[in-house]
């Protein structure tokens, strides 16, 4: 007899061919993965970063669990592969990174929490001042204040003072009584807007205000401490700076080169270089702490091997390398250690660790290094525009530069005069048009516009700040000492002179600014990891990063612009009219409430009053407009003053209106046809964002959520 099993039934074909199928793809990845083992470890910012912004877009613990919950999940499936192969293993390590993020962030955010106002004060302000900020430009100087316990008000506060109201300049360390108005850190105006609220939970601000007379001070005694000093130093320093540089403007610029200190410059000429894509050279970070420690690095070689005996047995490049790092610790402090300095400190202590131990200066490896340190240590700071500015230049820099076609034609080879210098005009074109780009999403989502000459622009104003002013500058510092630095100087207010005329004249070019209004987390997030996907792979699988970036720059640009804007406190109103220009409800709003207001609406264009429209028909305390859109007229009621008004026109008024918008609380028999947005809604929703074509109203509570720093009753 046969034995039994001798002769089976042939398996299903679909089951043969199934684990076929999957075994290639599996050979497939791994053999990808292998190719690109170089490039994995840059993902583990990349996946921890992810975390942290899981934590700040999601609404609120449901989602944080979720999210925790899918990537737990993620990380078993990493396991199910098989820590054996690199697929499993990143799936492992990534999703733990990312909860790690996660975990971080939302720790940090409850670390650091601090009481606050919930309403408008007017109170005696009295404290320890712990920082100076003065802004000339504006006649103010502003204070954050440690008040006294007793006063029962928030642990820290920022104050802004007229500086005609301070008898002698004010100094970290001295004691203050004021009185004075304060008010709860603000949330953003408008979806989309700038969320000082929340900069103000991680830095511990409880209160922001005014003072309403001239304040009381004391100086500080001999018993300040070293920071107090130090801040005390780093204000007299811009102080000098301001005073030797001919130009209100220029003397803010040359003083933020050296401290940080930018209240000096004028708000037009910071517009000017925020168009022209010059608004980075402001801010001390990457450009400021190279140049400073690569000048004193190169100094130091050079004077050290003027002596024969030190060049034949010192090892001079590590003792340059010394004094640079030393140098880059000093400019950090003196200009005031804020978190991109200090982010710019540490990559440039990398790249000279890396020069001391005869390694490749600049990779994505040590870029990777420096996101993860920021992120461990400031895990907020990856919402910051600031953060990804700053990566997302560096990043595109390195990855360009590192591609097998741009490093052949940019080695050196020997060649004539002209032919060098051309090749290196275009590889600092190619580069600043890489960074431009690179950026363009960024300061879209952030700012809602960017340059369109950014790259021209910077190819001048680059080497023209590294390489002539701050050098010029450093100069002037020292001959200050024996009393001769005047000339310098000149030099120094000339060269500053060209650097605002090149920034006024691109900012006023045509088509020198691209708008867009509130741009979706959707469309950024797809840019961003297209972005990253195009930088850190080195195969051709990095042409796949195209795709999320097209969709999210498709998404972007189809985004719909609102057609109402209101603020949260109900008194600014912003009407988006079809042909890019917006007009507001009350002609006196600041030029801070135009511009956040544009900004939403993606309009460069200056805002009209509504009075001014042929279909508004306004007093002084009402006005009523209509609007065409989606094939139907809307009828807008808003308020526009505090005063009351005949509550049987009011409620006519409403009846007829489709929509009824007002700072106070609207009675109960005001009635629109669709929505009534007063007080009591705007203490709910927040500044709201609508679209009359889809019917649709984005509010500034649901992008803020219930993260701590919330203060909507939802």
Known sequence: MLKAGLFRAPPPIGSAVRPAIGHRIAARLE?????????????????????????????????????????????????ALGVGRRAGRMLLVGA???IAGLLLVWARADWVAAPRIDRPVVTEVAGRIEAVERMPARELTRLTIAPDAGLL??????????QADLERPVAAGGRIRVRARLMPPAPPAVPGAYD?????????????GKALDPPRIVPAGDGRGPLDWLADRRARLSE??????????????????????????AEEDVEALRRSGLAHLLSVSGLHVSAVVGGVLLLALRLLALSPALALRAPLLLIAAGAGALAGIAYTLLSGAQVPTIRSCVAALLVLAGIAMGREALTLRLVATGALVVLLFWPEALAGPSFQLSFAAVTALVATLDHPRVAAFAARRDEGMAARFGRGLAVLLLSGLVIEVALAPIALFHFHKSGFYGALANMVAIPLTTFVIMPLEALALLLDIAGIGAPAWWLVSQALALLLWIARTVAAAPGAVAMLPTMAWGAFALMAAGGLWLALWRTRARRWGLLPVAAGALWALLSPTPDLLVTGD????????????????????GDYIRGVLGEAAGVDAEALPVDALMQARCSADLCITDIQRGGRRWRILATRSP???????????????????????????????????????LARTGGLAIDLDRGAVDSVAAAVGRHPWSTFRM
Not at 34 to 50: F, I, M, N, T, Y
Not at 574 to 588: H, M
Not at 654 to 675: H, K, N
């Open 240 to 265: 000098h700076i301001e005073a030797r540089v001919t130009g209100m403007s220029a003397g803010g610029i040359a003083a933020s080169l050296a401290t940080g200190d930018q209240g000096a410059i």
């Open 643 to 681: 005063y009351r008004l005949d509550w049987t026109r009011l409620s006519r008024a409403c009846a007829a209106a489709d929509i009824a918008i007002s700072e106070r609380r609207l009675p109960r028999g005001c009635t629109p046809r669709w929505l009534k947005i007063d007080r009591p809604l």
């Open 570 to 589: 109900g008194r600014h109103v912003a009407f988006v009219l079809g042909d890019g220009r917006v007009a507001l409800l009350r002609d006196r709003a």
């Open 31 to 79: 053999a990808w993965l292998e190719a690109e083992r170089d490039q994995v470890a840059l993902w583990l910012p990349v996946a921890l970063g992810g975390g942290i912004a899981l934590w700040l877009v999601l609404p609120d613990r449901n989602g944080w669990f979720a999210a925790l919950a899918l990537l737990a999940g993620i990380a078993l499936c990493g396991v």
């Open 96 to 98: 733990l990174a990312a």
């Open 196 to 208: 000082f609220a929340r900069a103000a939970w991680f830095q511990g601000i409880g209160a922001t």
């Open 153 to 162: 008000l928030p642990h820290r506060i920022r104050l802004n003072v007229d």
